[in-house]
């Protein structure tokens, strides 16, 4: 159980504009998943916790163990946080072996000179490392050298494993393999994690709870499903990026039918009743992009379908994403879309259960 | 008179042996410097940085002047050093490992400062994650990491502190035979017409100094290849 308070603030230098991070979280055993764009101050959070950045204010806690606590001065070292610490890049050593780099995780964690040699043959084998364990990161494999990455910062059993995932140009492969490994070390160890991350899979192969933060600021909370569902704002919508966001108006609202209907630019589209808002309300519609169905348009538009001419396709390698005028989008399977590649006009329907405002 | 190839080799051996000594006694404190200078924040930090600059800008005969006055028997520090090793700094050949010592060391900061800057960070940070105390960080991951470097810096600063002349000829002086350093025996020898001597002693200075260079360039940082 993780709780933290952290406030951190670097001021604006020449022509790097300033950066404030104020988050408030807490984080349960399992995996959690800190969601964000680069930038968002992800790494400065896994730094603040490990010990690496002090914060300007705030408070730390792991397990009811204060690590920093600004009101009373507490302000603990890395060895005293035992925080186990994945980097972007594997960060081995380079003039040592992997061997010589676990040993010297041993030593730093104070472990005695016999158990050291102990644990790290032992970590050797765990992590398919013991024909490698003789070689310089430099004459070791991608693969090897993220699996040395990660037995080093699990060496000595640390309470808290805070992993910056690699950005995308690490390639899916290594990446995968990453979850993998840590799925490995949440089930054998016990050890929780806190994944800083940019990639959306992520948060659902993995994380049993979800922060999504961006700007410096913690957007919305909660398991991955349902920050996925319900995004609280127009900010966490836009940030998992699968989202319509449309200006809307609520034209009317009745509460008895449990109905209200918005005007869309020129449409008119019905959706339920929106508890807490006012007949003129100027909103954001968000729909998933998944969400909304389209067919090719034939006769009359159906109730709330409207018509929209199609812009842009992009294919993806399960589903297509429909790119339409007013910037609709609509994703559905490649099956479905398969045969009706040469329509322009098409039909976009609204469902009305999936309407929400914000 | 002087028979054409009768060079007195005593200030070859005397530069050498200030050149080695100024440059041990500066590492220590040159990386210090840069470490603290690569890693720290600290008021003053500007400050620190121009002072240690200030000796490559100076005219030589300025810093010299100075060091003239602080270190004078009769002020503070020239008494100090009297009490503790029993005779005056200035004049002396310790005086020209200090007149080295000026040069090499912002030389040496210079250079370090930018090794320790080089070194990827990552690793710094992966050691102090772990726990490593500054001491093991700066031990373990940073000086091995900044070492090609610092070490090619060094025989540099080596080759530099071979060639003073200025701040040498005014705080050690031109005594033959003991704080005669190469360059001032060479001014000496051409300022005395004693051309074969200059010749000579020109000629070794310059074949050390063009090996200080290559060996330097050996041992500076790898360039990744391919």
Redesign the interface.
Known sequence: MIQARIRKKYPAVAERPGFTLEVEFQASQGVTVLYGPGGAGKTLVLDAIAGLVPPDDGRILIDDQILYDRATGINRSPAERRCGYIFANPALIPHMTLRQNLLFAAACRRLPRLERHRQVDEILVRFRLNEAGGRHPREASESERQRCSVARAVIGQPRLLLVDEPSGDAGAALRSELLNLLQDVRAEMGIPILLATRQLDDCFELGEEMLAIDGGRLLQSGPPRSVFEQPVNVGVARLLGCFNLLPVKIETLDPGKNTSRLRLGDEAIAGLYFPGRLRGDLLTLCVRHDQLRAAPAAGKPGPNQIRASLQRVAEGRHTVRLHFAGEIVVEMPRADYGERKHVREWFVEFPQDKLRVL | MNAPMQIDWFPLWLSLRVAALATLLALPLAIWLAHLLAHRRFRGKALLDMVIHLPLILPATVLAYYLLVLLSQSSPLGRIYESIFGGPLLFTWQAAVLAALIHTTPLLVQASRTAFEGV?T??E?????????GW?VFW??SL??AQRSISAAAVLAFGRALGDFGVTLMIAGNLPGQTQTLPVAIFSAVESGNGAAARGLVLVISGMILGILFLANRLGPRRATG
């Open positions: 990827d990552n690793c940070r992966a050691a102090r994650s772990l726990g490593a105390s093991r373990r991951v091995p990491l």
